[in-house]
Nanobody, 124 residues
């Protein structure tokens, strides 16, 4: 049974930082494309970025603007999303997802496995 469990969310002031973690079980995260998405209230789920099995990383440049960094610890079967210079527009539920395919990886329907999400709230 595949499980993705996110943690590390919380309340932070504007300009602050957070590091989210996604621990995978039931799959080897280094063999999947692991992605982060986010969903703000009243908005559609938005692609944040992914890391391929090769280690290649793609970000949604519009929302990232150099502030977010995805990394992976294969020994811990964990993927991270480090977020800096947070602003209130970053407030959302952040989701981890895993995909075996190679197509549609910037869209949520490209992923077959999802975590439950972790709330990030940035106060002004």
């Amino acid at each position: 049974q595949v499980q993705l469990v996110e943690s590390g969310g919380g309340l932070v002031q504007a300009g602050g930082s957070l590091r989210l973690s996604c621990v995978a079980s039931g799959l080897t995260s280094s063999m999947f494309t692991m992605a982060w998405f986010r969903q703000a209230p009243g908005k559609e789920r938005e692609f944040v970025g992914f890391i391929r099995p090769s280690g290649n990383i793609i970000y949604n440049a519009d929302s990232m603007k150099g502030r977010f960094t995805i990394s992976r610890d294969n020994a811990k079967n964990t993927v991270y999303l480090a977020m800096n210079s947070l602003n209130p527009e970053d407030t959302a539920i952040y989701y981890c997802a895993a995909a075996q395919g190679i197509l549609g990886l910037t869209k949520d329907n490209g992923y077959g496995y999802w975590g439950q999400g972790t709330q990030v709230t940035v106060s002004s």
